[in-house]
């Protein structure tokens, strides 16, 4: 009963591991292409968030510009205004075309503010 019977049982069972070994060879080259394939994903992503963080990059520097120069009109600005303090205190009208000559300066930074904004 177990004679030449037995033998076909051996080979099912021999054929049963080839083909284990097979597959769990065939599942790691699936995962590896899987994993593969989701990098290539990943580096196509991270060119445009590159491309797209540099853009931002960009437009962020055109607004620090522009901060500057708004600052530089409120700077320019808030001497004139205390030179008129001055010239108040001072009792010196004179002192009026010095504030006059900051607040040039700065209206001249804020039209450049305006222009470029």
């Known amino acids: 009963m177990y004679g030449s019977g037995a033998r076909w049982i051996t080979i099912s069972a021999l ?9 769990a060879i065939a ?9 593969e394939a989701m990098l290539d994903e990943y580096k ?8 797209e963080a540099k853009e931002k990059e960009e437009h962020s520097f055109a ?4 901060h500057r ?3 530089k009109a409120v700077t320019f600005f ?3 205004i205390a030179v008129v303090a001055i010239a ?16 040039a300066i700065g209206a001249c930074f804020l039209a450049v503010g305006r222009l470029h904004g």
């Open 15 to 23: 054929l049963s591991a080839v083909f284990a070994v097979c597959a």
């Open 27 to 35: 599942a790691l080259q699936s995962g590896h292409h899987a994993n």
């Open 44 to 51: 196509a992503q991270q060119k445009e968030i590159e491309k």
């Open 63 to 66: 607004h620090f510009d522009l």
């Open 69 to 71: 120069t708004f600052a």
């Open 78 to 80: 808030q001497i004139a």
């Open 88 to 103: 108040v205190i001072a009792r010196r009208k004179w002192f009026l075309w010095v504030a006059a000559t900051f607040s």
